[in-house]
């Protein structure tokens, strides 16, 4: 690389990084290792403060080489005065061409990152999503324990039941007993075996409600154990549901963390291609003008510039048509470089005439 052409770039470079820094990407106190736009986001709005003006500058530069070929009255004596005007449009194009292969690098960076982030992404997705499965298959499996333990625990409640109504029967089983011996039921006829029948009577009542008392307890203790493993079934299913809306919560905060980070790689990818698309042609303009540049020798220089204004018009308009897309969204621009480049465009055309009507005479 020329020692001229690295200076330009480094230029190139350092105004990229304060634009940047002006736009908040960087803070003032930012340093960056390697290439310094490795991580460096890159918009329309940065790229476009970064490479418009340059471009800009180049343009007039060259609109002006075609109207001193237009107004010209000796274009021989004018010929230092272009090739100066030629120089000056061949360093602020290349800088406009070192801008744009600074963004395009940054571009390449943040691409690569950006894959890796979704990469990365999607698979702590996927695990998320084998948890969120395994969960809903345990779910699955408490509830239908729990099922179980409530059906159980119906059956509980319905022991209980009948464990207190066996104890109400005996209950009143002994007072009708109670009342009979009180009453002397069975005396009349046989004195000596009525109250000898009461007293069993009364026993077999005692027996039946503290076998009763004894049911209903145990089946008290069963309904109580079944009541804890309900709710503890419940606790679990509660607390695995919960686990299971946190997991699809997570799972969609990374589905919108990747579609984001996709929505800025396209745009990003969709960006560098056309900066890509039109530093072809910008480097193809300046590389033509880089050889006619310094070239002061009157004898070869008409022929020259006309030979290069002939290659540098389809050029033009291949600029044309690939700055297009990169100020799409700025009217502004758009309408600033349209006019521009079709105002220049014609103004070369008619250079190329008179130049072409210069090299005749010569001859």
Same mark, same amino acid.
Do not use: W
């Given at each position: ?54 471009? @800009? ?5 060259? $609109?002006?080489? !075609? /109207?001193?070929? =237009?107004?010209?009255?000796?274009? *021989?004596?004018? %010929? ?6 030629i120089k000056a449009s061949v360093k602020s194009l290349t800088e406009a061409e070192n801008a744009s292969n600074v963004q395009v690098r940054a571009l390449s960076s943040n691409l690569e990152e950006r894959f890796g982030m979704i ?47 066996? @104890? ?5 089983? $002994?007072?009708? !007993? /109670?009342?009979? =011996?009180?009453?002397?039921?069975? *005396?009349?006829? %046989? ?60 799972i969609w905060a990374k589905t919108r963390e990747i579609q984001n980070i996709q929505q800025n790689l396209n745009r990003e990818g969709s960006l560098q291609q056309k900066l890509t698309n039109f530093i072809i042609p910008l480097r193809?303009?300046?590389?033509l003008l880089s050889t006619l540049a310094g070239k002061t020798i009157v004898g070869n220089m008409l022929m020259e510039l006309s030979g290069t204004l002939v290659q540098l018009l389809p050029i033009m308009n291949e600029i044309v ?43």
């Open positions: 690389m020329e020692p001229e052409q690295a200076v330009v770039r480094h230029q190139a470079e350092a105004t990229v990084l304060e634009i940047l820094k002006s736009e908040n990407y960087l803070g003032a106190g930012t340093v960056l290792p390697g290439h310094f736009l490795a991580v460096i986001p890159v918009t329309e709005k940065s790229y476009r403060r970064a490479v418009l003006p340059p471009f @800009l500058d180049g343009l007039n530069s060259l $609109k002006s080489v !075609a /109207e001193t070929l =237009q107004t010209s009255n000796d274009i *021989l004596q004018d %010929i230092q005065h272009v090739d100066q005007l990469k990365s992404l999607d698979d702590e997705m996927k695990s998320l999503e084998a948890q969120e499965q395994g969960l809903k298959e345990h779910l699955s499996g408490l509830q239908v324990q729990e099922s179980l333990a409530r059906q159980q625990l119906q059956e509980a409640q319905q022991a209980v039941n009948n464990a207190n109504d066996a @104890l109400h029967r005996a209950m009143a089983a $002994k007072q009708a !007993a /109670e009342e009979e =011996q009180k009453l002397g039921i069975g *005396l009349i006829f %046989i004195p000596i075996v009525g109250p000898i029948m009461g007293g069993i009577t009364i026993s077999k009542a005692n027996e039946a409600i503290d076998n009763a008392e004894k049911m209903e307890f145990e089946a008290i203790l069963d309904f109580n154990h079944h009541s804890r493993s309900v709710s503890r079934y419940e606790d679990e299913r509660q607390s695995y549901s919960n686990e299971i809306h946190s997991t699809k919560q997570k193809k303009c300046t590389t048509e690939t700055v297009r897309p990169l100020v799409e969204n700025s009217t502004d621009y758009q309408l600033l470089i349209s006019a521009r480049l079709t105002n220049i465009i014609h103004k070369l055309k008619e250079a190329n005439r008179r130049v072409k009507e210069a090299v005749a005479c010569k001859q």
